[in-house]
C-alpha cells in the first residue's frame, strides 16, 4: 500500500527537525518519494496509525501531521517519475 504522511513542523523549522521525519520515513519505508517540501508518499505494509505513531515520536506537541492511504482516482501535478512510482504500487 501507499501512504502520503503531509506534516508541518510548527515553531521549528529548522533541517534537523525535518531531517528526523526523513530519517524515520527511510527507516521504515519500502520505498518512498518526496514530491512536495513537506509531503512523502510511502510504499508501505503498515497500517496508518502506526506511521502516525512513527512520526509523533519525532514531532514536538505543537507540530501537525496527516497521515492516510493512497487509492485511485488520485490526480495532480507532480514529476513524471513520482507518477511512474505511484503507478506501479497503487
Do not use: C
Given at each position: 500500500m501507499?501512504l502520503?504522511?503531509?506534516?508541518?513542523l510548527n515553531?521549528?523549522?529548522r533541517?534537523?527537525?525535518?531531517?528526523a521525519?526523513?530519517?524515520?520515513?527511510?527507516?521504515?519505508?519500502v520505498s518512498?518519494?518526496?514530491?512536495?517540501?513537506?509531503q512523502?508518499l510511502v510504499?508501505?505494509v503498515?497500517?496508518?496509525?502506526?506511521?502516525?505513531?512513527?512520526?509523533?515520536?519525532?514531532?514536538d506537541a505543537?507540530?501537525?501531521?496527516?497521515?492516510?492511504?493512497?487509492q485511485r482516482?488520485y490526480q495532480?501535478?507532480?514529476?513524471?517519475?513520482v507518477?511512474?512510482?505511484l503507478?506501479l504500487r497503487v
Amino acid at each position: 500500500m501507499v501512504l502520503l504522511i503531509s506534516y508541518d513542523l510548527n515553531n521549528h523549522e529548522r533541517p534537523a527537525s525535518y531531517q528526523a521525519v526523513r530519517a524515520v520515513i527511510e527507516r521504515y519505508a519500502v520505498s518512498a518519494r518526496k514530491p512536495l517540501y513537506s509531503q512523502w508518499l510511502v510504499e508501505t505494509v503498515d497500517e496508518p496509525q502506526i506511521w502516525s505513531e512513527r512520526i509523533g515520536a519525532v514531532a514536538d506537541a505543537d507540530d501537525s501531521w496527516f497521515v492516510t492511504r493512497v487509492q485511485r482516482p488520485y490526480q495532480g501535478w507532480l514529476p513524471r517519475d513520482v507518477w511512474n512510482w505511484l503507478a506501479l504500487r497503487v
